[in-house]
């Protein structure tokens, strides 16, 4: 079945330090990629997507680049802020699959300090 | 402003005892989708409803159920809770299947 490995946490980094999250996934089918944000308290927010091998995804200074090759949509932002904390999930979801269900990783806590 | 609302926002409930989560949203979506987050798990899917009057088994059903009657209305029942059961629950929902979703901001549910 579909799966979705990403990096443990929690990942505490300085103020605009570089950050990059791995994430990793099996599928059977042809399946998107997401990056869902959660501030604390609240639910999941869509961060970027990508629905096809080479597409590059981009919001807010976060950007991850769809591999097929390694299978991989690692999530990246050159200078982070305090107001970057929260928990990021890798997500993807699979058109073969009948319930059009989105699968998560685990969830990475990123803790950014001034 | 358009979106989802849970309700409640967190409940604890004794065992045994039967419960029904609310969520309703107001974007006209198709699809609605309810998942439980549990520490190191990340979300799992309980049920889905890809349209009014259609519901699906999801990857953890068992104990709950739900109801699709109308577009806007997507609630979850536990008929018999259990302390396995306690857990942040989100609603969320969708133009069609397999588009970007909206979430709910959960509601956190502790059985004893």
């Known amino acids: 079945g579909d799966s979705v490995t990403q990096m443990e946490g929690p990942v505490t980094l300085s103020e605009e330090a570089c950050l990059t999250i791995n994430c990793t996934y099996t599928a059977t089918g042809y399946p998107s990629l997401f990056w869902y944000v959660q501030y604390p308290g609240e639910g999941l927010q869509l961060l970027l997507k990508?629905?096809?091998?080479?597409d590059k995804g981009s919001n807010k200074g976060f950007e991850a680049t769809y591999r097929k090759e390694t299978t991989s949509f690692h999530l990246e932002k050159g200078s982070v802020q305090v107001s970057d904390s929260a928990v990021y999930f890798c997500a993807l979801s699979d058109r073969n699959n009948a319930g059009n269900m989105l699968t998560f990783g685990g969830g990475t806590r990123l803790m950014v300090k001034p | 402003i358009a979106g989802i609302t849970q309700a409640p926002t967190s409940q604890i409930l004794a065992a045994g005892r039967r419960m029904t989560l609310r969520c309703t949203q107001d974007?006209?979506?198709?699809?609605m989708y309810w998942y439980r987050q549990d520490l190191g798990l990340g979300l799992r899917l309980i049920h889905y409803?890809?349209?009014?009057?259609?519901?699906g088994k999801g990857e953890v059903p068992d104990g709950y159920s739900v109801s699709r009657a109308n577009t806007d209305d997507f609630p979850l029942t536990l008929a018999s809770a259990v302390p396995s059961q306690t857990s942040v629950y989100f609603c969320a929902s969708s133009e069609q299947a397999n588009q970007p979703q909206h979430f709910g901001d959960g509601t956190r549910l502790s059985i004893l």
């Open positions: 409803s890809n349209t009014a009057g259609t519901t």
């Open positions: 974007m006209r979506h198709n699809a």
């Open positions: 990508a629905t096809k091998a080479d």
